[in-house]
């Protein structure tokens, strides 16, 4: 078999995919209900009420015959009722339209209520095999990282290459298994923070890897809203120091903090930095957000980890930051950061 991206993710899949019980059947009616179910919803609390529904509900017909309180009542406790709700609605739709068959084209499943792309994308390549890529953030994240691509993924555009890429990658291979080969790889070894390089089925393909970004991508900054501010905030270190600035006027004024800037990008940032400091930073990994929120405004700081080589002014270890009047959205920062370096 050829070593390709493909090929070694199906493989990987067939012998380490975790086991659930909506991955022992090709029934789109159950694959969709799985589906649903998992939308802000973990794996393991889903197990149990997906049991109990499809034991009550074994059929699409038995779901749509049920008042909409049976349902709700065995949706207790998963939250976000509205879910069940349209669940209920399109089983009587597929019933009256559909002579109570699941319909067979992506197409048409994306016209059924509470389903998106990523659901019929699934859907239709779990159940029929179709070969239709089903994005969700963990495939956003990987593709992100396989290709080193530096585009804002939360752009439409972004999404679209991405969208593209997969589609390319699925022709010709066993649909299923490569979309839920990459649902793995993102819940289990490309995850957000401190992915598995060393154990992943495809690290010899991956550009990030090959250039020390794994821990950088994808990058992912929502748009800038009225009052709305988003931040590319720097923890720059020097060996075990970090470089904090006192605010000289404005709203932190005197207080200490890290540096950042209103952009989008931590490469953006290395430019404005060197412009501004005349030093030189590496980019070391990214390490999520966090929001703080003023009378008038909010930040959103997107916390990036940068190095630097040479000493700078301004350097302090943690004990002496604990004795700096440090801004309580900068103190968030910090405390975040050390969170995810554990
Ligand atoms: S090598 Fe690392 S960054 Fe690349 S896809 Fe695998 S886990 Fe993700």
Redesign the pocket.
Do not use: G, S, T, V
């Given at each position: 078999m050829q070593n390709n991206i493909q090929n070694n993710l199906i493989s990987w899949y067939q012998s380490n995919h975790r086991q659930f019980p909506w991955r022992e059947t090709k029934n789109p009616y159950y694959i969709w209900i799985s589906e649903i179910m998992l939308q802000q919803t973990t794996t393991e609390a889903v197990i149990p009420y997906y049991k109990r529904f499809i034991q009550t509900f074994d059929t699409i017909d038995k779901l749509a015959d049920a008042s909409l309180e049976e349902v709700y009542k065995l949706w207790e406790g998963l939250g976000y009722y509205r879910r069940a709700k349209h669940i209920h609605e399109t089983a009587q739709i597929i019933c009256t339209q559909y002579h109570g068959i699941f319909p067979i084209t992506y197409q048409e499943i994306l016209k059924l209520k509470g389903i998106g792309p990523y659901t019929a994308g699934a859907i239709c390549s779990i159940a029929y095999g179709l070969p239709t890529p089903a994005i969700d953030g963990n495939v956003l994240r990987?593709i992100s990282?396989?290709y080193a691509l530096t585009e804002n993924i939360a752009l439409p555009k972004a999404q679209k290459n991405i969208f593209n890429i997969v589609n390319e990658l699925l022709d010709g291979y066993d649909s299923s298994a490569f979309n839920q080969g990459l649902m793995d790889l993102g819940a289990t070894?490309?995850r957000p923070f401190n992915?598995?390089?060393e154990i992943?089925p495809?690290?010899s393909f991956?550009q990030?890897?090959k250039t020390g970004q794994?821990k950088v991508l994808p990058i992912s900054i929502k748009n800038i809203k009225h009052k709305e501010i988003n931040y590319i905030t720097g923890i720059i270190t020097y060996q075990d120091q970090y470089i904090m600035i006192q605010n000289p006027a404005g709203l932190l004024e005197n207080l200490y903090g890290f540096i950042q800037y209103e952009i989008e990008s931590p490469y953006r940032f290395i430019e404005e930095f060197e412009k501004q400091y005349h030093l030189s930073l590496s980019l070391v990994s990214y390490h999520g957000q966090v929001k703080h929120v003023f009378t008038h405004r909010t930040w959103h700081m997107h916390i990036y980890h940068f190095s630097i080589n040479e000493p700078f002014g301004s350097l302090y270890s943690l004990d002496d930051i604990s004795q700096l009047p440090v801004s309580t959205a900068h103190l968030k920062v910090l405390k975040h950061y050390l969170k995810t370096m554990k």
């Open positions: 990987i990282r396989l070894i490309c992915p598995h390089c992943c495809i690290a991956c990030a890897k794994q």
